[in-house]
């Protein structure tokens, strides 16, 4: 009856709201905006967006036309810069959030259990807890290192005295020019210094607009390499603190050939008998786990990836 379906309506809709106030109240989702919101750079995004609008002035001014019509030429350009700034602030702002959160997730389970390795031996509930913290960790290394696949670094460049940010635009543009590829500034959604210096020298981080480009930068960064210019300049992958120290690890080992990466993922190829033909395909690692498992060796030293509180893991 109508009366019974208005009744139906009633408590759906009352349902709807309570479930909404349920989800105001809930202090985590205060939380969570607090710290997206926190984490956008406005400075960032004006600083970006006034840049595309000062080379289109520059474009513009030895042109004829009237100011309305350098306004509309100009509305798509703000549009585009902005959405392009606000986009990446969000995404980054919602990364290092979400990386803040799993650490702290990580760091609150293995302070409980710090004293494991000291004692005589976990329990069955303990050992289950540490691979929690270890998967935890392992997690959060590849949220991280999927979160920079559009980006990369450039090494070797000479760091100036008050160098710009467009300075260190127009140095990475000229590599990328050099080295036969096509990036225009509307490609890059970041450019800067990153890093630790090194005689003189800090990578440049850039972080693409599309991975399409960054994917020809990479498959063109060879170029770079036997340019006589360029001699002490590499193009890698943006890699996570973790997956450096990796890296290194697994290029140590003596039972490894050589290693490189490829979209973040560390490829190696083991050393083999003279003679015989090298294996057909390279061993991918992500974790330290993947060293026992798909290389073979016996023992991970956890404490040099910064992973000293897995050790009692790496033993059981």
Request: aromatic content about 4%; some cysteine; glycine content about 6%.
């Amino acid at each position: 009856s109508a009366a019974k379906e208005q009744k139906r309506v009633r408590t759906a809709h009352e349902g709807a709201e309570s479930r909404e106030m349920d989800l105001e109240n809930e202090p985590g989702i205060d939380i969570v905006s607090e710290k997206v919101m926190s984490g956008i750079n406005s400075g960032g995004i004006h600083e970006t967006v006034m840049h595309r609008v000062n080379e289109a002035l520059a474009a513009f001014s030895g042109n004829e036309g009237t100011g309305t019509d350098i306004t509309q030429r100009l509305i798509p350009v703000i549009t585009t810069a902005v959405t392009v700034a606000v986009t990446e602030a969000m995404k980054e702002a919602v990364r290092v959030m979400v990386t803040e959160v799993t650490k702290s997730a990580v760091a609150s389970v293995t302070n409980q259990f710090a004293a494991l390795c000291a004692t005589k031996g976990p329990s069955a509930n303990e050992k289950h807890l540490m691979s929690v913290v270890t998967r935890l960790t392992y997690d959060n290394d590849r949220l991280q290192q999927y979160s920079r696949r559009e980006s990369l670094r450039i090494h070797g460049l000479k760091t100036e005295d008050e160098e710009t940010a467009e300075a260190v635009e127009k140095k990475a543009l000229k590599v990328f020019a050099d080295a036969g590829v096509n990036i225009a500034p509307e490609d890059i959604a970041a450019v800067h210094r990153a890093g630790k210096e090194t005689k003189g020298t800090k990578p440049i981080l850039v972080k693409f607009v599309s991975r399409k480009k960054r994917r020809e930068v990479m498959m063109n960064k060879k170029t770079v390499k036997g340019n006589e210019h360029y001699k002490h300049v590499f193009i890698n992958d943006d890699l996570t603190p973790l997956r450096a120290r990796l890296l290194g690890y697994v290029k140590r080992l003596d039972c490894v050939d050589r290693a490189w990466t490829v979209d973040g993922k560390i490829h190696c190829i083991k050393k083999h008998p003279v003679g015989l033909n090298p294996p057909p395909r390279p061993i991918v690692i992500e974790t330290p786990d993947d060293l026992l498992e798909r290389l073979g060796i016996t023992s991970v030293d956890f404490g040099s990836l910064g992973l000293a509180h897995l050790d009692c893991v790496g033993e059981e």
